[in-house]
Every structure is written in structure tokens, then in C-alpha cells.
T-cell receptor
Framework: DAGITQSPRHKVTETGTPVTLRCHQTENHRYMYWYRQDPGHGLRLIHY???????DKGEVSDGYSVSRSKTEDFLLTLESATSSQTSVYFC???????????FGPGTRLTVT | AQTVTQSQPEMSVQEAETVTLSCTYD???????LFWYKQPPSRQMILVIRQEAYKQQNATENRFSVNFQKAAKSFSLKISDSQLGDAAMYFCAYRSARGAGNNRKLIWGLGTSLAVNP
């Protein structure tokens, strides 16, 4: 395992509130990713980071922002949560020499 | 754009038997990587096996092996001597070998749910 943790693991929040999910890695991997997983859609990339303070959008980035101030931490913020953002969120990392990605345990977010 | 298709939403196998999960992909690139990931009920995504497109030899990891047919753009996963712990969702994924930025992202299939019957 690549030593990836996510917090919180479960969260219930109300529509319109901001939410921040945290991903923390201990492998000194350069690349970090946020995905969401929904039935019928598989895993979809929200945002990714290719270094400290270097981030870019994925395929479903609307309504989400990210920040990476340290190599080990990658934060995902839902600026104003909506019910359509109810999902399981995964963080993943990969090193410069890696082809594969390693995943955190996931966060189940419910927006009511 | 690359796509990955897993045509079998659900499969089942008897314990100790062999099962093959299918994956096809579409790409115009010649150099890329392919992966199979396992997601058990715990939800953790676990890398099962990977294949580099430039390698003709099929990858093998213990009871897991792949049949990589580059011309046919097919990448199936064979699980031998199936165990109860193999029950999971299995995802096929593609990654371009071109290095930077958006090319590093994984393209995912929708998964195959595998049940193992005792």
C-alpha cells in the first residue's frame, strides 16, 4: 500500500454548505488525483495535481476546487454542496516512475 | 479519445474454478499501459496486475494472468483457482505512455462484478 489516508471517511452534509475532503500520503509521490465513483459511471476524474501548487481539471470539475500546499496533502473542496455531489470520493497517487495509481480508502459523502 | 469497455456487468464462478473477465479498449496510440483493479466490498481499490503495451509477454501475478491481444485491443483477466476472497468488482483501466499532464490519467471501464460461489 502507498500509505494513503483520507478524511473524513464518512460525511453527511446539507445542500449549500462547503465541504473539504483531505487526502494525505506518506510516499512522497508527485502526482495526486481526486475521483468520484457513482453507479453506472465508474470512476471519473475531478482534479489532479502534478506538484505542489500545480493542479489541473479533470472531466467533472464543475463545483469542485482543489489545493496542494504540501507534497503530502491534497484537498478537495465542494464550494456549495449539492445532492448531485453525493458520491464516494477516492484519492489516488502515483510517483514519477510509476505507471499505476495507488488509492486511498475512499470517503462516502452524502448531501441531503 | 480513448475508451475502455467491459461488456460483462456481472459474472459468477464456482470456488476453485477458473474465470475470465473481458476488457476491450480503443486507442490510436501504440504505447500505453493497461491495468486491472479489484474493489472488494471494503471499497478499497487494489491493483491486481498491469501490462505494458510494448511487452508481448502476458503479465502474471500468482493466480491472476492476462491475455493481452494488442491488435484486437483486448485485455482479459483470468483468475485461476478462484477463492471466496476474489469476490469483488473488477475494473479495467488504460493509461497513455505519453508522460505529462492529462495523459497520465487513467481511463476506466465500468467494471465487472464477480461473485464466487462456494
Amino acid at each position: 500500500d502507498a500509505g494513503i489516508t483520507q478524511s473524513p471517511r464518512h460525511k453527511v452534509t446539507e445542500t449549500g454548505t462547503p465541504v473539504t475532503l483531505r487526502c494525505h500520503q506518506t510516499e512522497n509521490h508527485r502526482y495526486m488525483y481526486w475521483y468520484r465513483q457513482d453507479p453506472g459511471h465508474g470512476l471519473r476524474l475531478i482534479h489532479y495535481s502534478y506538484g505542489v501548487k500545480d493542479t489541473d481539471k479533470g472531466e467533472v470539475s464543475d463545483g469542485y476546487s482543489v489545493s496542494r500546499s504540501k507534497t503530502e496533502d491534497f484537498l478537495l473542496t465542494l464550494e456549495s454542496a449539492t445532492s448531485s455531489q453525493t458520491s464516494v470520493y477516492f484519492c489516488a497517487t502515483s510517483g514519477t516512475g510509476n505507471y499505476e495509481q495507488y488509492f486511498g480508502p475512499g470517503t462516502r459523502l452524502t448531501v441531503t | 479519445a480513448q475508451t475502455v469497455t467491459q461488456s460483462q456487468p456481472e459474472m459468477s464462478v464456482q470456488e476453485a474454478e477458473t474465470v475470465t473477465l473481458s476488457c476491450t479498449y480503443d486507442t490510436s496510440e501504440s504505447d500505453y499501459y493497461l491495468f486491472w483493479y479489484k474493489q472488494p466490498p471494503s471499497r478499497q481499490m487494489i491493483l491486481v496486475i498491469r501490462q505494458e503495451a510494448y511487452k508481448q509477454q502476458n503479465a502474471t501475478e500468482n493466480r491472476f494472468s492476462v491475455n493481452f491481444q494488442k491488435a484486437a485491443k483486448s485485455f482479459s483477466l483470468k483468475i485461476s483457482d478462484s477463492q471466496l476472497g476474489d469476490a469483488a468488482m473488477y475494473f479495467c483501466a488504460y493509461r497513455s505512455a505519453r508522460g505529462a499532464g492529462n495523459n497520465r490519467k487513467l481511463i476506466w471501464g465500468l467494471g465487472t462484478s464477480l461473485a464466487v460461489n462456494p
